[in-house]
């Protein structure tokens, strides 16, 4: 049988579902509309709707009125704004500090390839970084989104030592101006102790693929591991990780499911309908004009002797229950992290408040900024090996503290009382003041000690300074 460079492994056919509903879910209404029923199935009573047009045309409708909640979107960057709100310190050796301000082809910053990575991570709980070096002898990191990382597999050690990466991709005919897609896939392995990377190509219906090609350093020596970084949600292992609001993203489309079912029944039982009793044949009278066919004070409804008239509308707990299983839902949305937009209302709080109402949130994310500042050093590690450079002097410290610490008047009154009442030390206090935001972070206990002394001496000479001449002590004589 000839190799299939689209085959794909296990894993990702299993995490592949989920991987796509958080896409959807992810780009909000419009792409979770235009996937039809594989979110909102058709009503029972729709399908039986014999005529296939009118039965498109009611589905629509039925589709049209429904509402999509945005709570993915928004939470995954308020999380990963929380995160990076004060950017990781990255350390690198000098042949590495072009990298800063570009690290991948396509122009992105450390920092911004860095907040790439998380957001993948919270979207997919997935991501890979391929180190390179152009023709020129430029480093660059090359970054994979988790559904283009088709296949893998790893040595004796379960370090991946093969994998096939999906590069299908848009190309433009500047002769004509016209796109096409081009299929291609990159294979990377270990061979004999060498790494080695081939192009898979297909032309024509016919994969072709290219010669491979060996990596070595600057030295010319070979290098003897893929230097390809899996990134997951927790470690760096080539197995997909859950995604951490995948819970999240299934609860806003069952909120859209209950949202279509609540706007039909709204839609339908909206308007009352009114109703004339006591004709023995209604169509007969309607084309005899003895049944009421308009509203309004201005035309007369005579009725049959014991006819009557009334109006059809909607009565009983069926919409309300409907709004309630809504209202639930979205109570459990905000137990995933949808609570950071879910209340529009509410007031503004401060950074140790929302750490509380996060809970056990905290914890996830900050592994997730810990793995994903892990995966950057080992690429950075990787490329720097590659770049003959030292690894060692690549270090990428994230900030885990990503909450708002800052303290107010009151509790600056409150530190100082218990500093001056005896129970802790005046460098407790100056911590907690530091951490608050009221000193500086890179101002010693020392330093600020010296300048509360400079402080006071400015004060004495200066107020000596406002004592009047005819004021001043005498001098002894």
């Known amino acids: 049988m000839a190799f299939d460079p689209t085959s794909r492994h296990p894993a990702y056919e299993e995490y592949l579902p989920s991987w796509q509903l958080m896409r959807d879910a992810m780009a909000g209404e419009d792409d979770i509309k235009k996937a039809g029923e594989k979110y909102l199935p058709m009503k029972s009573g729709t399908r039986a709707i014999e005529n296939p047009e009118l039965r498109a045309a009611a589905y629509e409708a039925y589709k049209l009125r429904a509402e999509f ?8 960057r308020g999380a990963v704004g929380t995160m990076l709100d004060d950017p990781a310190k990255i350390e690198l050796p000098a042949g590495l500090e072009p990298l800063r301000e570009m690290a991948t082809r396509d122009g992105l910053t450390l920092d911004a390839l860095h907040r790439r990575i998380i957001t993948e991570q919270m979207v997919t709980g997935r991501y890979g970084i391929l180190p390179g070096v152009t023709k020129s002898g430029s480093p660059y990191l090359a970054g994979y989104i988790t559904e283009a990382i088709t296949n893998w597999d790893t040595d004796d050690e379960q370090r991946p030592d093969w994998l096939m990466l999906n590069e299908t991709r848009l190309v433009l005919d500047r002769s004509t101006g016209d796109w096409s897609t081009l299929e291609q896939y990159r294979e990377c392995y270990v061979e004999n102790g060498r790494y080695m990377a081939r192009v898979w190509t297909k032309t024509g219906g016919t994969w072709k693929v290219d010669e491979p090609v060996e990596a070595a350093n600057r030295k010319r020596q070979p290098l003897d591991e893929l230097p390809f970084i899996f ?10 990780d859950d995604v951490p609001l995948y819970g999240l993203a299934k609860l806003a ?5 209950l949202d279509a079912d609540y706007t039909f029944a709204l839609h339908m039982t909206s308007e009352p309908t009114p109703v004339a009793i006591g004709f023995d044949d209604p169509k007969e009278a309607v084309k005899q004009g003895r049944a009421p066919t308009t509203l309004g004070s201005s035309k007369l409804w005579i009725l049959p002797a014991g006819g009557d008239a009334k109006y059809l509308e909607f009565s009983g707990p069926g919409l309300a229950a409907q709004e309630k299983a809504i209202q639930s839902s979205l109570d459990r949305a905000v137990i995933f992290g949808a609570n950071l937009l879910a209340d529009t209302q509410r007031t503004a709080e401060s950074g140790e408040a929302i750490k509380l109402r996060l809970g056990n949130q905290t914890s996830t994310l900050k592994t997730v900024l810990l793995t994903a500042s892990a995966g950057l050093e080992k690429a950075l590690k990787n490329l720097a090996v590659w770049m003959g450079e030292d690894p060692n002097k690549v270090v990428v410290t994230p900030n885990v503290d990503f909450f708002d610490h800052t303290v107010t008047a009151q509790e600056i009154d409150a530190i100082v009382r218990g500093w001056q009442a005896g129970a802790y030390s005046w460098r407790s206090a100056f911590s907690r003041l530091q951490k608050g935001g009221v000193i500086p972070e890179d101002r010693t206990p020392e330093e600020e000690l010296e300048m509360i002394d400079q402080d006071e001496f400015e004060r004495e000479d200066k107020s000596a300074s406002l004592i009047p001449p005819n004021r001043q002590p005498e001098q002894q004589q």
Not at 69 to 76: I, Q, R
Request: hydrophobic residues 35%.
């Open 69 to 76: 909640p945005e709570l993915l979107a928004p939470t995954v």
């Open 231 to 240: 990134v997951g949600t927790s470690d760096l292992t080539p197995d997909p």
């Open 253 to 257: 489309v069952r909120v859209y499911r």
